[in-house]
T-cell receptor, first 114, second 114 residues
Framework: NAGVTQTPKFRVLKTGQSMTLLCAQD?????MYWYRQDPGMGLRLIHY???????AKGEVPDGYNVSRLKKQNFLLGLESAAPSQTSVYFC?????????????FGEGSRLTVL | AQSVAQPEDQVNVAEGNPLTVKCTYS??????LFWYVQYPNRGLQFLLK??????LVKGSYGFEAEFNKSQTSFHLKKPSALVSDSALYFC????????????FGGGTRVLVKP
């Protein structure tokens, strides 16, 4: 049982480049989330999804787009990367609405924007 | 708006001594409270949660947490710390009135010395 898998694990971009982070979960969870982790700031919610075909903005959505075309996948896109988007990105999924139960996290994707 | 504070950036403790990691919260309704742990280069792992009932909650790896409504606190405790408990610990709160999202604290790094 793989749980939540994120790809790629590491990426270096130049300012203005675009990229997509892929999150896949095999637990049949309805709810999926993208967080970014920055030192001293904990995890901040970027976007989330309450089911296939749905997405919603979180706390820090600017500069990011997401898609949930399949229940098991949640994609995070950066259309024009900026140095402020240098961070570690975590995908998570849950069986119940966020916070009613346990969130399952991937191992993270470290992104550096030069 | 809901919020959670972890007042200590780092906690140092000798192996075998009690460990406490502090967390206070602010919500408009009844809180759901969580603790997660992050080991180096890994995603967050669920430790325990409080939703209702007994104020003392027991979780994984010998950890427990005490919910104190009057002090709006949810401190994480372990009676006898192990070197392997060295990690980053996050407190999180969900306020149902604020929607189905978790708010995380900034994290507390725990260093257990042999």
């Amino acid at each position: 049982n793989a749980g939540v898998t994120q790809t790629p694990k590491f990426r270096v971009l130049k300012t203005g480049q675009s990229m997509t982070l892929l999150c896949a979960q095999d637990m049949n969870h309805e709810y999926m989330y993208w967080y970014r982790q920055d030192p001293g700031m904990g995890l901040r919610l970027i976007h989330y999804s309450v089911g296939e075909g749905t997405t919603a903005k979180g706390e820090v959505p600017d500069g990011y787009n997401v898609s949930r075309l399949k229940k098991q996948n949640f994609l995070l896109g950066l259309e024009s990367a900026a140095p402020s988007q240098t961070s570690v990105y975590f995908c998570a999924s849950s069986l119940f609405p966020g916070g009613a139960g346990e969130l399952f996290f991937g191992e993270g994707s470290r992104l550096t924007v030069l | 708006a809901q919020s959670v504070a972890q007042p200590e950036d780092q906690v140092n403790v000798a192996e075998g001594n009690p460990l406490t990691v502090k967390c206070t919260y602010s919500v408009s309704g009844n809180p759901y409270l969580f603790w997660y742990v992050q080991y180096p280069n890994r995603g967050l792992q669920f430790l325990l949660k409080y939703i209702t009932g007994d104020n003392l909650v027991k979780g994984s790896y010998g950890f427990e947490a005490e919910f104190n409504k009057s002090q709006t606190s949810f401190h994480l405790k372990k009676p006898s710390a192990l070197v392997s408990d060295s990690a980053l610990y996050f407190c999180a709160v969900r306020d149902k009135a604020a929607g189905n999202k978790l708010t995380f604290g900034g994290g507390t790094r725990v260093l257990v010395k042999p």
